[in-house]
Protein backbone atom coordinates (compact mmCIF):
# COMPACT_ATOMS: atom_id res chain seq x y z
CA UNK A 1 0.00 0.00 0.00
CA UNK A 2 1.30 3.67 -0.95
CA UNK A 3 0.49 7.08 0.68
CA UNK A 4 -0.45 9.77 -1.37
CA UNK A 5 -1.34 13.39 -0.13
CA UNK A 6 -2.83 16.61 -1.82
CA UNK A 7 -3.23 19.88 -1.20
CA UNK A 8 -7.02 20.93 -2.23
CA UNK A 9 -8.26 24.92 -2.55
CA UNK A 10 -11.07 25.95 -1.04
CA UNK A 11 -12.36 23.78 2.40
CA UNK A 12 -13.50 25.78 4.17
CA UNK A 13 -15.36 23.66 6.51
CA UNK A 14 -15.92 20.16 7.89
CA UNK A 15 -18.58 19.86 4.84
CA UNK A 16 -15.86 20.24 2.34
CA UNK A 17 -13.89 18.09 4.22
CA UNK A 18 -16.31 14.92 4.39
CA UNK A 19 -16.79 15.23 0.75
CA UNK A 20 -13.56 15.24 -0.47
CA UNK A 21 -13.00 12.61 1.81
CA UNK A 22 -15.85 10.46 1.05
CA UNK A 23 -14.65 11.08 -3.38
CA UNK A 24 -11.49 9.72 -2.49
CA UNK A 25 -12.49 6.63 -0.73
CA UNK A 26 -14.88 6.00 -4.05
CA UNK A 27 -11.97 5.68 -5.83
CA UNK A 28 -10.94 1.88 -6.50
CA UNK A 29 -7.72 0.89 -4.63
CA UNK A 30 -8.40 3.30 -1.78
CA UNK A 31 -8.41 1.99 1.50
CA UNK A 32 -8.29 4.73 3.62
CA UNK A 33 -8.99 8.55 3.54
CA UNK A 34 -8.42 11.69 6.11
CA UNK A 35 -8.71 15.32 5.85
CA UNK A 36 -6.54 17.92 7.15
CA UNK A 37 -8.98 20.97 7.35
CA UNK A 38 -6.39 23.37 8.74
CA UNK A 39 -3.67 21.76 6.25
CA UNK A 40 -6.18 21.69 3.20
CA UNK A 41 -4.36 18.42 2.96
CA UNK A 42 -5.92 15.02 1.37
CA UNK A 43 -3.96 12.36 2.91
CA UNK A 44 -4.91 8.48 1.72
CA UNK A 45 -3.56 4.75 1.53
CA UNK A 46 -3.80 3.06 -2.01
CA UNK A 47 -3.18 0.06 -3.95
CA UNK A 48 -0.68 1.19 -7.21
CA UNK A 49 -1.70 -1.29 -8.66
CA UNK A 50 -5.61 0.10 -8.76
CA UNK A 51 -5.10 3.89 -8.55
CA UNK A 52 -2.88 6.45 -9.91
CA UNK A 53 -2.45 10.29 -8.94
CA UNK A 54 -5.15 11.24 -12.07
CA UNK A 55 -7.66 9.54 -10.32
CA UNK A 56 -7.02 11.20 -7.27
CA UNK A 57 -7.02 14.60 -8.92
CA UNK A 58 -10.27 13.61 -10.53
CA UNK A 59 -12.10 12.54 -7.54
CA UNK A 60 -11.37 16.19 -6.55
CA UNK A 61 -12.27 17.72 -9.33
CA UNK A 62 -15.74 15.86 -9.62
CA UNK A 63 -16.28 17.33 -6.19
CA UNK A 64 -16.22 20.64 -7.33
CA UNK A 65 -13.16 21.21 -5.56
CA UNK A 66 -9.02 22.09 -6.77
CA UNK A 67 -5.52 20.75 -6.68
CA UNK A 68 -2.89 23.58 -4.95
CA UNK A 69 -0.44 22.91 -8.53
CA UNK A 70 1.91 25.28 -7.36
CA UNK A 71 2.00 23.62 -3.84
CA UNK A 72 3.97 20.31 -5.39
CA UNK A 73 6.94 18.68 -3.40
CA UNK A 74 10.28 18.08 -5.90
CA UNK A 75 9.98 14.25 -5.69
CA UNK A 76 6.77 14.91 -7.65
CA UNK A 77 5.56 16.91 -10.24
CA UNK A 78 2.17 16.16 -10.17
CA UNK A 79 1.63 17.52 -6.65
CA UNK A 80 1.21 13.74 -4.86
CA UNK A 81 3.42 12.67 -2.55
CA UNK A 82 3.84 9.05 -2.59
CA UNK A 83 5.18 7.92 0.77
CA UNK A 84 5.48 4.37 -0.05
CA UNK A 85 4.60 3.51 3.77
CA UNK A 86 1.36 0.85 4.85
CA UNK A 87 -1.99 2.03 5.90
CA UNK A 88 -0.66 1.40 9.52
CA UNK A 89 1.20 4.49 9.53
CA UNK A 90 -2.23 6.77 9.00
Known amino acids: MET ?11 KDADTIMNALLEVW ?7 NLSKNQAM ?12 FEQAILDSG ?7 HTPADNQN ?5 ESNESM
Not at 80 to 84: H, I, M, P
Open 44 to 55: FTYDKRMASAID
Open 80 to 84: LVNRG
Open 29 to 35: GVSRAEV
Open 4 to 14: GVFVVKDMVSQ
Open 65 to 71: YQIAHDQ
